[in-house]
């Protein structure tokens, strides 16, 4: 039996990861990308991967085309697994691309930041959409064409990737794409992929928008005492707003979200207790110093954000459900500003969601 066609369509941090690893482990990929140098580089010296140990380190020649390329997929065999790896504002358009070169069992995986399922949906029908969670520590950057580097270690303990149905049943097509994954890192099959996307949609909502509003990497946004209490509030702000939409959450950044919402409440306990296990999480050994969330990267870059998707998202959602989220929207706001040249990147920029 010959193994599934797999596509992927962005070769960008996560989807460049993910298919350079995939194809290292023997897997039929293909990338497809708009940036000229990044596909040339991949098909002739390959796509580095610099992790944080030499054994987390790769460099493979990869399958790449340009998306001017893709019509050479009709002369092709059809795909069996689409993984969409842009960003959520292309995700419309990517899956119209890729969707009409699927087989008839072939379906579309969402291995993005924020919660993009009904959009690919909208797209193919909810039976062909499949849903990956890409995990907490999966810190990824492109950082010049054909190479990745990695910024946070595996963890090898807890799933980085899961991969879920919409319907939350176990399918044998979800326990394949599963085993598939966990050629890149830690993999599994979830039940509760919605509780799954929103609890990281938590973690992307206390950290993305931040950096990107105050020009701080993961750590130095930690340390900082006054933006660590604008951290805790969206986190806060984010479980109650889930909870509210009848999501069943796990761990925030390993964190229960019992704990945020206490501390969100202003209760002196939590507060404390989460200072402690926020700053421990800042070590040498669980994250790097160069660490920059996505949305940082992408302000770095002068590249639209996905801030609408995600804090705008979480506020949009909250007030639907009669749960406000005004830190999110205020974020949202000032990272639109910082987005547009309007503001500099600068922790005063957060100063007055402080109070």
């Known amino acids: 039996m010959s193994k599934p066609r797999i596509v992927i369509v962005g070769a960008g941090a996560v989807g460049g990861y993910i298919g350079a690893h995939m194809t290292h482990a023997g897997h039929d990929v293909t990338m497809v990308d708009p ?15 610099s992790g944080m140990s030499p054994a987390e380190s790769l460099t493979v020649k990869m399958q790449a085309k340009h998306l001017t390329e893709l019509q050479d997929l009709v002369k092709e065999r059809a795909i ?17 691309m890729i969707a009409q070169y699927l087989a008839p069992l072939g379906y579309v995986v969402s291995a993005q930041n924020c919660v993009n399922e009904e959009r690919i949906a909208s797209v193919v029908g909810w039976g062909k959409t499949v849903g990956c969670m890409v995990g907490n520590n999966f810190a990824v950057e492109l950082y010049e064409p054909g190479a990745i580097r990695r910024t946070m270690p595996k963890d090898g303990k807890i799933a980085t990737l899961e991969a879920g149905e919409v319907h939350g049943r176990i399918t044998p097509r979800i326990e394949q794409l599963a085993e598939i994954l966990s050629s890149v890192d830690k993999a599994r099959a979830t039940t509760n992929l919605w509780g799954v996307r929103w609890s990281k ?33 969206l986190a806060g702000e984010a479980v109650k707003v889930g909870r509210a939409m009848g999501l069943d959450l796990e761990p925030i950044a390993k964190i229960d979200p019992d704990l ?32 920059r969330p996505s949305m940082a990267q992408d ?17 949009e959602k909250g007030q639907a459900a009669g749960v406000p989220a005004p830190t999110h929207a205020a974020l949202t706001r000032i990272v639109r500003d910082v987005e547009r040249g309007r503001l500099e990147a600068k922790p005063e920029n957060l100063f007055s969601l402080t109070n």
């Open 299 to 315: 302000i770095a870059k002068g590249r639209r954000t996905e801030i609408d998707y995600m804090n705008g998202y979480i506020a």
């Open 35 to 49: 940036w000229p140098e990044h596909v040339r580089t991949m098909r002739t010296k390959g796509l580095s991967i």
């Open 201 to 233: 949609l938590c973690v992307n909502g206390m950290r993305n928008g931040v950096s990107a509003a105050t020009g701080l990497g993961g750590n130095a946004r930690d340390r900082h005492d006054r933006i660590r209490r604008v951290v805790v509030k």
């Open 80 to 96: 069996d697994i689409a993984i969409v790896a842009v960003k959520s504002y292309d995700t419309i358009w990517a899956t119209h």
């Open 260 to 291: 945020w919402v206490r501390a969100t409440d202003n209760d002196a306990a939590a507060v404390k207790e989460l200072d402690e296990l926020i700053l421990a999480g800042t070590s040498g050994a669980a994250r790097s110093d160069l660490q």
